[in-house]
């Protein structure tokens, strides 16, 4: 299979690896598709909360999911995490969205290993089709996780940060992106929702940083961090 534009692939731990522009990654091994920290519902918890946030953000994000399954063939899909976030989110709209994506990914296996945000929402949806894992999933050498806590069973991936990089430009411009912080031990993914917030110091000293830039991800180097 033909990596997908914009994609970068990397060896962890002796295993290929395709880092996404949808900021999701792809083991081609194991034919899975992972991702960290949707946040659906998020526009629509602002929204109850009296903010103006636009609609669309959900369909955004799950049409850039549809991407990612399509342009990997992946029969597989696991979410690291925070697929939802709040209860005031979980609206009939929200659900629906989510449930319709669903339905045109029917064949897909979809496993959840939940976040601290899926865990106060109490309910997934039962119409999600989502096999859940309560803490974490190992598949050798890999272990999936919501928090990138490195563990004895197995190099980690997970999410919950939402790691950005702040790059330094000419005529001291500064921009946020998104990225990938890949350790020895550990790989925190970007959030993958629209809606989110980044964490500056999500990378540790040492890490190879990945970032995402108009679909296309990229190694920085650490002169420009």
Not at 74 to 95: E, N, Y
Request: charged share 20%; aromatic share 6%.
């Amino acid at each position: 299979m033909m990596i997908p534009q914009g994609a970068l692939e990397i060896d962890v731990v002796g295993e290929r690896l395709w880092l996404l522009g949808e900021r999701a990654v792809f083991r081609p091994v194991a034919n899975t598709l992972l991702v960290a920290d949707l946040h659906l519902g998020k526009p629509a918890a602002f929204r109850a909360s009296g903010l103006p946030v636009p609609e669309h953000i959900t369909q955004a994000d799950l049409a850039r999911l549809t991407l990612a399954v399509r342009s990997t063939a992946a029969s597989k899909l696991v979410i690291l995490g925070d697929l939802i976030h709040a209860r005031s989110g979980q609206t009939p709209q929200t659900i629906e969205a989510f449930a319709d994506w669903r339905n045109c990914h029917a064949d897909l296996d979809v496993l959840l290993v939940l976040g601290n945000h899926d865990r106060n929402c109490k309910v997934i949806p039962p119409n999600w089709g989502l096999t859940v894992a309560e803490d974490r999933l190992v598949e050798g050498p890999f272990v999936y996780c919501h928090w990138p806590d490195e563990c004895a069973e197995g190099y980690v991936l997970g999410g919950h940060i939402h790691p950005v990089a702040v790059m330094a430009g000419r005529g001291r411009q500064r921009v946020r992106l998104r990225c990938f912080a890949v350790g020895e031990r550990r790989m925190i993914l970007p959030a993958f929702g629209n809606f989110t917030g980044g964490a500056s110091g999500g990378a540790a000293a040492g890490d190879r940083v990945f970032l995402v830039a108009d679909d296309c991800v990229v190694e920085a180097t650490p002169s420009s961090r």
